[in-house]
């Protein structure tokens, strides 16, 4: 059997990084820049999105090398879509400065012809319209994922809501929960999203891990804890590669494997919150990744069943 | 063999919660209290502390019937200790509106006779000078364990010191551990701590769980997600409560146990959120902890090796 693809549809940035540290311009970003690097360390990456003429061939030649095919990523006439932000000194919280659609403003994702009936679809946190546009292109895929935001959530409630229907996992921050619902409570949130739609639900809560919610219950993996923490940008994106990277190789959403997909999806967030924008997830090896997941599970072990002693 | 018994020393207290959903005055509580609860539903308890003329005798009696001797709590004449509150809408934080030592004030723990061999101590969050005097009473203890607070941490570092060095296992929340450290992360701040004496760390961190740190490492385990958190007052002692009771009713300290005891931590103090004040907690039987504990792993069980894909 083949390995199937993931077809990941979303933003290529530059970001312009304010961190405790010093200012990094110019850093490759974006969200399914994040997840098309950590995917690919699982499975072939099909990739949709748009740049600017400022972006640089060498970005797309390393993705490609990466098994990423970028026959998707269109480059239009003007400038790459950027974003600049502002850390706070523990790097929790971060602030937009500001953001320049540039190419984004006019892309309208056109799903190549070869990569329509990939079985694992991403949809990056796009427009809710752009969202439903790649859904109708697409052909029955086996699981489409989407993320979504605070802008649409409050902007595109009832595009979000057509999206939702059509999604199996949405990915999502504990904020975007509580906005979309109203509800405070992430499991009352969790359980009043997934009767909108998705039957999956996953809510990312940085620093504190994600919850994930389907017809079984909650489970629940921690963040990997790192001495140093870099820059958390893309550290979202990561996770959601990786997670459907894991979930593409090994082509089943059975409970365990959601599971694993959840604990590798957190591994790769670890990874990128290392180095400033995707600097350390592009060096990372099957070996470090191997390294991380052995580290990562003495860390939640419990070593062996937790009964009441006798 | 017979079960050993833990010794807890701290405060038994009155409330005043001003909660969202209403004022409650004359709650009972202290850290003391919630901890010899919790670790009832383990192994006998030996309680010291103080408390005033106008302090019920059918709490003590109440905890008497739990297995709790109670020939270490003083009367002594005035009031008890009584602190009241005001919790946050969505309860995640809270204020002290008013802190009325009263009794506590003048407090000088004496440990009764029959208590000074016990062999699994807790030192609650009271002046270091006395948790010091208990350690100068008890003869060698297989476990110590103490918790502290923020006041103490600026208050009387010197004194803080000295508790450090004679405690196996400290038990504080995030900020307290960034405050005695003055180091942010986690990680780092925990490898600081354990320089300084006790072999063994926990760090809570309220709804997002904790993590414990010893020589082979860190270990994280999530708090228990509730539909509905009523009043979180006591939810730290219950879980160090259920912590202690666990470590004293195994009679270990390998590494398998105290994870385990960590588990059974949070589903006391996932408990102690359920209701007012100890409402909830002293109706947990032991049905309701198999119960809880069970549902428990079924939210952290990644259903077999967590291992990279051929």
Redesign the interface.
Known sequence: MNQSSVLIVGSLAYDDLEMPTGTFENVVGGAATYASIAASL?CPVRLVGVIGEDFPNLVITDLEKRGVDAAGVERAKGKTFRWRGRYSK?LSTRETLDTQLNVFADFRPKIPEAFKSTPYVMLGNIHPALQLEVLAQVERPKLVVADTMNFWITGEPKLLGEVMKKVDLLVINDEEAREITGI?????AANEIRKRGPKYLIVK?GE??A?YFDD?????A?AY?????VDPTGAGDSFAGGLMG?LT??GSLD??HM??AI??GCALGSFCVEGIGPRRLLDVT?GD??KR?E???????????????S
């Not at 079984?216 to 629940?220: R, S």
């Not at 804890?225 to 923490?229: M, S």
């Open positions: 699982f523990d405070h409570n992430l499991v009352k809560r504190h891990g919850l079984a219950g909650a489970f629940f921690p804890p790192l001495e140093e923490v894991y190789r090994v409970h365990p599971r694993r604990y590798f099957q990744l191997k997941m580290q990562f599970m003495t860390l939640v072990e419990t070593g062996g069943p937790v009964g009441i002693p």
